[in-house]
């Protein structure tokens, strides 16, 4: 039996949620000598609790502050080639416990940082320890409480990722709605690299340029995934949003990397 085909039995059992926080509690164990370590050697850092750490990355300390620092440089960068950020408005949709944006304003001093995500308990750890940073909570579907045309920037890494068929619609025309006129945008997606992943009537599905959701769990979670043709992203994006570049995922030595895709509002 393949991963694919044990995960699609775990979760038409209803049991998905509970195999992965089995995962949770293994990796916790795992990393627990190296996790101690970093704390001695970086008294001054503030960590998010376990979970919320494991929920939206990896339960390794180093990484999870290294690889922050890696993602904001990277995006600031994508970022950069499109628009100036100095003195504009950023917003990190679906911050989870902040590990991008809490580097951010180093960074870029001068920009204004913001942060948004549906899981409360990571809103509340960023508001008491992060700084230069706004932080808001919004639920699994917009609205969010923004008002019109307020950010110049946004990114969302991994967000499509874990929402249902209608919650993408919905949030595009979010997105659309507090982007400010020429923003740009920076998303991810399961694209065609995630493709071998799917057992074969989700391959076919996402074959026919159809959103492909593995649910009976709780949307936004970790567990909850969804992957997307490119061929859908880009219908979605019409009217709204022009592709300015899709940058395909790949195989790479640590896992598989998402689609990027960089569009600007219309």
């Known amino acids: 039996m393949t991963k694919a085909s044990i995960k699609r039995l775990l979760r038409n059992l209803g049991v998905i ?19 101690t370590k970093f704390v001695k050697e970086n008294p001054g850092v503030n960590l998010p609790p376990d979970y919320l750490l494991y929920e939206s990355h990896l339960l390794n300390y180093r990484e999870y502050i290294k690889n922050g620092i890696i993602d904001a440089k990277d995006l600031k960068d994508l970022l950069e080639k499109h628009i100036d950020l100095v003195g504009k408005k950023v917003l990190d949709w679906g911050c989870g416990p902040a590990r991008i944006i809490r580097h951010f304003p180093d960074l870029l ?45 946004i990114y ?36 065609e690299a995630f493709k071998e992943k799917l057992i074969k009537k989700e391959q076919l599905k996402f074959e026919a340029n159809e959103l492909v959701i593995q ?24 009217g709204k949003f022009e592709i300015l570049n899709h940058i395909q995922g790949k195989k790479e030595d640590w896992g598989t990397s998402q689609d990027y895709w960089i569009i600007k509002k219309l």
């Open 109 to 153: 001093p001068q920009t204004s940082f913001y942060g948004t995500d549906y899981n409360a308990e990571s809103i509340a750890w960023n508001t008491k320890h992060i700084k230069n940073v706004q932080f808001h909570s919004n639920a699994i579907n917009p609205p969010t409480s923004f008002k019109e045309n307020t950010f110049d920037a």
């Open 156 to 191: 969302g890494l991994s967000i499509f990722t874990h929402l249902s068929k209608e919650n993408h619609a919905h949030w595009i025309n979010e997105l659309h709605r507090i982007a400010n006129t020429h923003a740009i945008l920076i998303i991810t997606t399961h694209g």
């Open 215 to 238: 649910g009976n769990t709780l949307e936004g979670h970790r567990t909850y995934a969804a992957y997307h043709p490119p061929k859908l992203m880009e219908n979605m994006f019409e």
């Open 17 to 35: 949620r509970l195999s992965d926080n089995l995962r949770y509690q293994v990796l916790k164990i795992r990393n627990k000598t190296e996790n």
